[in-house]
């Protein structure tokens, strides 16, 4: 019988400066959107530090595609939380969300004089390289976690499944009856013993975080009725926007759509520049809350500016991190079982289907616009894959030729 790995979670330990500073680099750089950004992860967390392996990051993963709300600053917000704790999250929430967060703030002061940055070919540069991120991480991912053809025909199935019915509930789907077929079908004959990863959470803890989001969710809106206060209405409406938002990203759009503009707090116009600035800033697309709330007439929301922007902000990933800090103790024990595992072989397999479905649709249809941007898609990918540079690096040469192309 093969022997378990250490826990090598509590040997392996960060200050939450050091998680800061991490998350801090990535929240400058991961451009390309939540797909992008799980590549990102992989490639700074499984590969270069080596903080956890493919499998329990898979499982990560695959955790917070079940969770509402947005995936890869959950998957951060845990990757802290199991190197540094409870300020460890924290500190990994800031790093990757504050850098976009106070950008777009920024932008909606200062939007009627600089309309113009969304269109630059310095952000298209960036888009482009989104493409190669994700191509990266489905070309590992695959290797490991679809290493037969039962598996392979699982991503495969799964891929199809949701490029036939884009929406976030195929995803969903996708991942339940790929689970169920690996439960039945699925035989892993020596992957019995796997790294037990500790995330620093108790389950009292996590019961406890999960009560209060409920309590959140429920007792917000009435608390907003009883005293008629526009900035707890508000803040219910950011609070809810991200607790009920299955997909994350262009998903919770709609649900600000409908918060915001019909009541005059924010003008269509100004919604859709701030959209499209979301997209061209890195880290996630949840930030656009930072914007909204920073551009919202004080008159109709009751808060604006820098104190509405940064109270949106954190109202709308509230919800997001009791839900993924609530889910964490007990998703740990539940994937230790065998039988979880074979079900987990299948959610990873569906997984890479989904990343692999992602890549064409929204990362390679909203960046690749001619064959010069595929030439600099594949040189960004040759430079990641063959060469092994810095992901950094390759943003900033992608982001230059992006330049260099418009002004050609």
Known sequence: MQTPTPNLAVADRSSPLEILWVFLRLGLTSFGGPVAHLGYFRTEFVERRRWMDERSY????????????????????????????????????????????????????????????????????????????VAQAVWGMAKSLCPDRPRAALAIGAALLTLLLPSAFAQVGAIVVCGLIGRVLLELPGQQAVEHRTYGVSRPAGAIALALFTLLLLGLPLLAVATSSPILATLDAFYRAGALVFGGGHVVLPLLQSAVVPSGAVGNAQFLAGYGAAQAVPGPLFTFAAYLGAVMQPAVAGIGGWLGGLACLLAIFTPAWLLVVGALPFWDGLRQRPAVQSALAGVNAAVVGILLAALYDPVWTSAIRSRADFGLALAAFGLLVTARLSPLLVVALSAAAGWAMSAI
């Open 58 to 133: 898979a499982d990560l993963v695959a955790l917070c595609q079940f969770l509402p709300g947005p995936a890869s600053s959950q998957v951060g917000i845990a990757v802290g939380m199991a190197r540094g704790g409870w300020l460890g999250s924290l500190a990994a929430w800031a790093g990757f969300t504050l850098p976009s967060a106070l950008v777009l703030i920024v932008f909606a002061l200062a939007l009627s004089r600089h309309g113009e940055w969304a269109d630059s070919g310095v952000l298209h540069g960036l888009k482009v390289v989104a493409v190669a991120v």
